[in-house]
């Protein structure tokens, strides 16, 4: 689960959503899944950029904070 984060929170810290390999299969994040976690990435955890693992840690550990879009976008990974 925490390794589909880590995913989701790579291709949201890239510019263009590239098909990354989970699991054997691919996972594309949308433009919206991008665009709702951004501003809190930068917000909340612009510390941990650009470690993807830190970023994820960073959104579970500041969870209550987040965006309700961004923990909609969390939720939608089993988060």
Do not use: W
């Amino acid at each position: 689960m925490l390794c589909r984060v880590m995913i989701l929170i790579a291709a949201i810290l890239t510019i263009d959503a590239l098909p990354v390999a989970a699991s054997e299969r691919a996972v594309r994040v949308s433009a919206s899944d991008r665009a709702a976690c951004m501003p809190d990435a930068r917000r909340l955890c612009r510390h941990a950029m650009p470690n993807v693992r830190n970023v994820v840690l960073c959104f579970l550990s500041q969870k209550s904070k987040l965006s309700n879009g961004c923990r909609a976008v969390l939720a939608s990974y089993g988060l």
